[in-house]
């Protein structure tokens, strides 16, 4: 029973360099996120999908693109990373008005 | 908008001693409410929800909270904590219709519990 599976768990990047995240969820839920985690910040809601083909922007959406071309799958990419970025990036999944399951966790660092 | 107050980012306790973290909540529309805990290096567990009925809401590990609805609070307590408590404690809040089941997070509150 994996729950929410995020990949990779660690990430150095330069400045200027691309990536992508993967979430993958078994759960068959319908709704996925994307947070970050900063100090003294919270977790704050990146992007989200309410459904397979489907994104929306959350509270802090610029310099990430979002796909879920499969509904067990959500991606989130940098097109251009900034050591702004450097954060801890959170993956969770959830039924309508239920609790969200978490991933553990991608910590990426920008140089 | 919804938002969440968590007013202290930092509470130490010592073991067997009950401790309160706070927690207001601002919104225009009937919200959900929930708490997660965060352990170190791992991602955040469900320890309590509160989505309708009885205000008082008991969760994992002792832990319980009460809805207020006329203060807008949600404080999490524990009679008697212990050493394996120590975490951050994330109270969180999201729209009951609408707004894609978005929970919008506090900013955190670590408990340490000392010997």
């Known amino acids: 029973n994996a729950g929410v599976t995020q990949t990779p768990k660690f990430r150095v990047l330069k400045t200027g360099q691309s990536m992508t995240l993967l979430c993958a969820q078994d759960?068959?839920?319908?709704?996925m996120y994307w947070y970050r985690q900063d100090p003294g910040m919270g977790l704050r809601l990146i992007h989200y999908s309410v459904g397979e083909g489907t994104t929306a922007k959350g509270e802090v959406p610029d310099g990430y693109n979002v796909s879920r071309l499969k509904k067990q799958n959500f991606l989130l990419g940098l097109e251009s990373a900034a050591p702004s970025q450097t954060s801890v990036y959170f993956c969770?999944?959830?039924?309508?008005?239920?609790?969200?399951?978490f991933g553990s966790g991608t910590q990426l660092s920008v140089l | 908008a919804q938002s969440v107050t968590q007013l202290d980012s930092q509470v130490p306790v010592f073991e067997e001693a009950p401790v309160e973290l706070r927690c207001n909540y601002s919104s225009s529309v009937s919200v959900y409410l929930f708490w997660y805990v965060q352990y170190p290096n791992q991602g955040l567990q469900l320890l309590l929800k509160?989505?309708?009925?009885?205000?008082l809401v008991k969760g994992i590990n002792g832990f319980e909270a009460e809805f207020n609805k006329s203060q807008t609070s949600f404080h999490l307590r524990k009679p008697s904590v212990h050493i394996s408590d120590t975490a951050e404690y994330f109270c969180?809040?999201?729209?009951?219709?609408?707004?894609?089941?978005?929970?919008?997070f506090g900013t955190g509150t670590q408990l340490k519990v000392e010997l």
């Open positions: 969180a809040v999201s729209q009951v219709t609408g707004g894609g089941n978005k929970l919008t």
């Open positions: 759960m068959n839920h319908e709704y």
């Open positions: 969770a999944s959830s039924y309508q008005g239920a609790r969200l399951f």
């Open positions: 509160y989505l309708s009925g009885s205000t």
